[in-house]
């Protein structure tokens, strides 16, 4: 555990030319969106998130699946991105105004990140908001209310699946590629609001870690990395975030 106001860490954020940013779903749980191991609430409960979040159980059972991810692409919907997202968008903005480099990098499918202001996010695992034909693959954006079928069904007669990348599945190659590559490059890798047990994702702190980046972790609970990392912090993002950003930028 280290005191938030170390002034190393300050320094760290200054000194920084390239700061690299992983988050997990901790980052959008003050915005109201269920933390992924907490997603299965009320009628979920009975499920367990890995077990609804493979292509096998599409495959089983495309009607409860699809049900499951429109109920969460819905009320992503209904949220706001909070105080977090909106400090990294600040982060960025600011770097990238004083000619510094900033890669944010997400395992997260809500897109509240953009919805902050975010731009040319890597996102590791897709999105709830693009759902795409598994007969002749054509992809949309879903911004509009609940489909009405279940699954929702493609002009080709198709079933239609979440964007997502589920358990089992590749992550797209230049996304994992960029994102290797930056957390390779990183001065200051933060890891905010993950549990740090998805891979490759979470691979990506060994790779900053092996870079000789000086790396942050803000996480409610300590994780697997919480010992190895530079400073730990055991705090809410939301709250921590705007803070950090603030100081990270003035002077
Ligand atoms: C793959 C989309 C090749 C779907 C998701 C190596 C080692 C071990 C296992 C593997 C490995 N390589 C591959 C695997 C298997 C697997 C895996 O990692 N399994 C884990 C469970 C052990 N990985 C894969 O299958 C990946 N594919 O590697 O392809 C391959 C191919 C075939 C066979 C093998 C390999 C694909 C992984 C992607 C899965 N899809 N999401 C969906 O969303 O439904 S992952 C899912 O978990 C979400 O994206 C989520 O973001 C992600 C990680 O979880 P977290 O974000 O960390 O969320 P979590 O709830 O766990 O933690 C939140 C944390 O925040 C908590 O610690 C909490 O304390 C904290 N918190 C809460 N509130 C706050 C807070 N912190 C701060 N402030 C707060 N306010
Ligand atoms: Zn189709």
Not at 99 to 119: C, E, M, P, W, Y
Not at 170 to 188: E, F, H, I, P, S
Not at 208 to 218: F, Q, S
Request: glycine content about 10%.
């Amino acid at each position: 555990m280290t005191a938030i106001n170390d002034p190393a860490l300050i320094e760290a954020f200054r000194g920084a030319g390239h700061v690299v940013v992983l988050t997990g779903a901790g980052v959008s749980a003050e915005s109201g969106i269920a933390t992924f191991r907490d997603a299965l609430t009320g009628l979920w409960s009975r499920f367990n998130a890995e077990d609804l979040a493979t292509p096998e159980a599409f495959d089983r059972d495309p009607e409860l699946v699809s049900r499951w991810y429109d109920e969460r692409r819905c009320k992503t919907m209904a949220c706001e991105p909070n105080g977090g997202h909106v400090a990294l968008a600040r982060l960025q903005a600011g770097m990238e105004a004083a000619g510094r480099k900033f890669t944010l990098i997400t395992q997260n499918v809500d897109r509240l990140h953009q919805r902050a202001g975010s731009r040319d996010v890597l996102e590791l695992h897709g999105t709830l908001h693009v759902w795409r034909c598994v007969g002749c693959g054509e992809a949309k954006l879903e911004s509009g209310p609940a489909f009405t079928e279940f699954p929702p069904k493609c002009s080709c007669g198709g079933n239609r699946r979440p964007g997502v990348v589920w358990f089992g599945e590749n992550l797209d190659g230049g996304v994992l590629n960029a994102a290797a590559d930056a957390a390779q490059r990183a001065d200051l890798f933060l890891t905010l609001g993950t549990s740090s047990v998805v891979h490759p994702a979470a691979g990506l702190i060994d790779v900053a870690l092996g870079a000789k980046a000086k790396v942050v972790e803000v996480n409610l609970q300590p994780t697997a990395y919480s010992k190895r990392v530079t400073w730990s912090l055991r705090a809410k993002t939301g709250e921590v975030l705007p803070w950090l950003v603030d100081k990270a930028l003035a002077g």
